[in-house]
């Protein structure tokens, strides 16, 4: 029996090689006729029989991710390593000192330095198909660098030349951040707290808005991924739950994303995200702002639009004249969440855009009854939503899983084996620490909760502020108990300041959004693996441990 490989499991050479098959065999299930010549060709490229092709073809067709098509842990797929260890880093470092440079030497050269270096450890010599197939493992934007430079690496391997342009609906995607021209204010006291963050997603075929995220925290990873989320996901579900009557139809797995360059935009989770659906990443090159045209008239528009409302700072200081901006804000983060969902979907959609000579809703409906369009939903919506939140490797020990400082347990962990060896990707909701989920070897998603459901909600940015003060006031070892009375302590004073400071109330204000929409999300249907069944329970005595049979 195949096992499924993890997305994030450390075999990189089988992660790779379930990337090259998703190329190839998306492009053959694509096809309204499947015959045996295109399943030759296709085995050709990728150097397996017909039969094993046919079987690629089915893998994808119940699972089409990168995941599905990579070797499983059973047998030697191809790309396996055989050789002993000293054997291979023989090979490696040979490659790495002889053929990553600008010389070009010739594959012979590279061999006979290996064949020297074996003889020297007293180990056999590779073979030279052996030292060939590693050496052609090797990615190519890699070894252009390392031979010729960024320059020409990014010239001979670059996806993007010319203008940017997309075949049809969600073919390219670009996504980009922006401080919002409005302070919002507090619920409740309706004091302001600043300024908040708008991550936009544009289809560049059609103009259509695809998603966006807004948030009180600066652009991250996290920003990037909730945007994507919702730009491959149905909005039906998101809408109702903002009491919102719109049609805004865009959905789909985009097959390219454009993003800005900035570090944070290249976080693993993010990478391995796209990687398992096959979206290609492409960054903007530093120093040439063109490449982001599209969304920059897109935000261009959205701040055009807020200029109007109550709070606005507008962008322009003359403008602006003696108008006190935070004295003006109403609008809280929800209300102006749904003006943009309106102002999106009620107004930019179905406004005639220069370039196509059409509005977007046009543009869009069109694409769809024209049969080109090739869509891909998620089969999935959670697991797609979780794939892109950033994870940790952990093991289970006897108490459940730890994760910064925190001890979540439940019942079915106790179902997997409890080897030290054994870590499982742990994945987390920076906006609600209460609930981590594991991914199982088949690739399903497990929510734990708290060890102890007592707990309250919290913020991963609440967490590491408890834990650095903790730190500075000279704690070595912290313990969940000190963790928890350290943030109890800091929203008491937190609560006590948002009276007086902006900085407090934008603090309390988001942990407040942050768990507010990550509470109205769970409660929206979510088709993860509920196994806890009592997060509401009212239990007050502590939660034991989940029993374990000890085999020792």
Same mark, same amino acid.
């Given at each position: 029996?195949?096992?499924?490989?993890d997305?994030?499991e450390?075999?990189?050479r089988?992660w790779?090689?379930g990337q090259?098959r998703l190329k190839?065999?998306?492009?053959?299930? %694509?096809?309204p006729?499947?015959?045996?010549?295109?399943?030759d060709?296709?085995?050709?490229?990728?150097g397996?029989?017909?039969?094993?092709?046919?079987r690629l073809?089915?893998r994808?067709?119940?699972?089409p991710? %990168?995941?599905a098509?990579?070797p $499983?842990k059973?047998?030697?797929g191809?790309?396996?390593?055989?050789?002993? *260890?000293?054997?291979?880093?023989?090979i490696e470092?040979?490659?790495?000192?002889c053929?990553m440079?600008?010389e070009?030497?010739?594959?012979a050269a590279?061999v006979?330095e290996v064949e020297r270096?074996?003889?020297a450890?007293?180990?056999?010599?590779?073979?030279y198909k052996?030292?060939?197939?590693?050496?052609l493992?090797?990615?190519?934007?890699?070894?252009?660098r390392? @031979?010729?430079g960024v320059?020409?690496?990014?010239?001979k391997?670059?996806?993007?030349a010319?203008?940017?342009s997309?075949?049809?609906p969600?073919?390219?995607?670009?996504i980009?951040?922006?401080?919002?021209d409005?302070?919002?204010v507090?619920e409740?006291?309706r004091?302001?707290?600043?300024?908040p963050w708008?991550?936009?997603?544009?289809?560049?075929?059609?103009?259509?808005?695809a998603?966006?995220y807004?948030?009180l925290?600066p652009?991250?990873?996290?920003?990037?991924?909730?945007a994507?989320?919702?730009a491959a996901?149905?909005?039906?579900?998101?809408?109702?739950a903002h009491?919102?009557?719109l049609d805004?139809?865009?959905?789909?797995?985009p097959?390219?994303?454009?993003?800005? /360059?900035?570090?944070?935009?290249?976080s693993r989770?993010?990478?391995?995200?796209a990687e398992?659906y096959?979206?290609?990443?492409?960054? @903007?090159?530093p120093?040439q702002p063109h490449?982001?045209g599209?969304?920059?008239?897109l935000?261009g528009?959205?701040?055009?639009a807020?200029?109007l409302?109550?709070?606005s700072?507008s962008?322009?200081?003359?403008? +602006?004249g003696?108008?006190?901006?935070e004295?003006?804000?109403?609008?809280?983060? /929800?209300?102006?969440e749904?003006?943009?969902i309106h102002q999106?979907?009620?107004?930019?959609?179905?406004?005639?855009h220069?370039?196509? $000579?059409k509005?977007?809703?046009?543009?869009w409906?069109e694409?769809?009854a024209s049969g080109?369009? @090739?869509?891909?939903?998620?089969r999935?919506e959670?697991?797609f939503?979780?794939?892109?939140l950033?994870?940790e +490797?952990r093991?289970?020990?006897?108490?459940?899983?730890?994760?910064f /400082?925190?001890t979540?347990?439940d019942g079915?962990?106790?179902t997997?084996l409890?080897k030290r060896s054994? %870590?499982?990707?742990v994945?987390?909701?920076?906006r609600?620490m *209460?609930?981590?989920?594991l +991914?199982?070897p088949?690739?399903?998603y497990?929510?734990?909760?708290?060890?102890?459901?007592?707990?309250?909600?919290?913020?991963?940015s609440?967490l /590491?502020?408890?834990?650095?003060?903790?730190?500075d006031a000279?704690?070595k070892r912290?313990t969940?108990g000190?963790?928890?009375?350290?943030l109890?302590?800091?929203r008491?004073?937190?609560e006590s %300041?948002?009276?007086k400071?902006?900085?407090?109330r934008?603090?309390?204000?988001r942990a407040?959004?942050?768990?507010? +929409?990550?509470?109205t999300?769970?409660?929206q249907?979510?088709a993860?693996n509920?196994?806890?069944?009592?997060? *509401?329970s009212?239990?007050?005595?502590?939660i034991?441990?989940?029993a374990?049979?000890?085999w020792s």
């Open positions: 029996m195949r096992r499924p490989v997305l994030h450390q075999n990189e089988a790779a090689i090259a190839v065999v998306s492009g053959v299930a %694509a096809q006729r499947v015959g045996k010549e295109t399943i060709a296709a085995a050709r490229e990728m397996v029989s017909r039969a094993y092709c046919y073809l089915r994808f067709r119940d699972s991710t %990168a995941s098509l990579a $499983g059973v047998g030697r191809p790309g396996s390593k055989v050789l002993p *260890s000293a054997i291979e880093e023989i470092a040979a490659i790495d000192d053929w440079k600008p070009h030497p010739p594959l590279v006979r270096r074996c003889s450890s007293g180990v056999a010599a590779p073979t052996a030292v060939r197939a590693r050496v493992s090797r990615e190519l934007r890699q070894e252009l390392r @031979r010729e320059a020409s690496a990014r010239a391997t670059g996806r993007i010319g203008h940017l997309a075949d049809g969600m073919a390219l995607v670009q980009d951040h922006t401080l919002a409005i302070i919002v507090a409740g006291s004091l302001p707290v600043g300024r708008l991550t936009l997603a544009i289809d560049i075929a059609t103009r259509m808005v998603g966006f807004l948030s925290d652009p991250s990873a996290l920003s990037v991924a909730m994507l989320s919702q996901l149905p909005k039906d579900r998101y809408l109702r009491g919102i009557d805004w139809p865009v959905l789909g797995i097959e390219r994303v454009h993003l800005d /360059n900035a570090k944070e935009f290249h989770a993010l990478a391995r995200g398992q096959g979206i290609e990443i492409d960054y @903007r090159p120093g490449w982001g599209h969304i920059e008239r935000v528009t959205m701040m055009g807020v200029h409302l109550p709070g700072t962008s322009n200081v003359v403008e +602006r003696d108008y006190d901006a004295a003006a804000a109403i609008m809280t983060m /929800n209300e102006l749904k003006w943009l999106i979907a009620g107004v930019y959609h179905h406004t005639v220069r370039s196509l $000579g509005a977007p809703i046009t543009a409906k694409a769809m080109d369009a @090739r869509l891909k939903p998620p999935d959670d697991t939503y979780l794939d892109f950033p994870y +490797r093991t289970i020990h006897r108490g459940g899983i730890s994760l /400082n925190v979540y347990t079915v962990l106790s997997f409890a054994r %870590a499982f990707t994945r987390y909701d920076p609600d *209460s609930t981590v989920y +991914r199982d088949d690739g399903s497990w929510p734990i909760p708290y060890s102890d459901r007592r707990l309250p909600a919290v913020t991963l609440e /590491n502020l408890a834990r650095r003060r903790l730190l000279g704690h912290l969940q000190q963790l928890f009375d350290a109890a302590r800091q008491v004073l937190v %300041a948002a009276a400071t902006k900085a407090a934008r603090e309390r204000e407040h959004v942050a768990l507010d +929409r990550r509470q999300r769970k409660g249907g979510g993860v509920d196994v806890t069944g009592n997060e *509401s009212g239990e007050t005595g502590p034991l441990p989940y374990v049979e000890d």
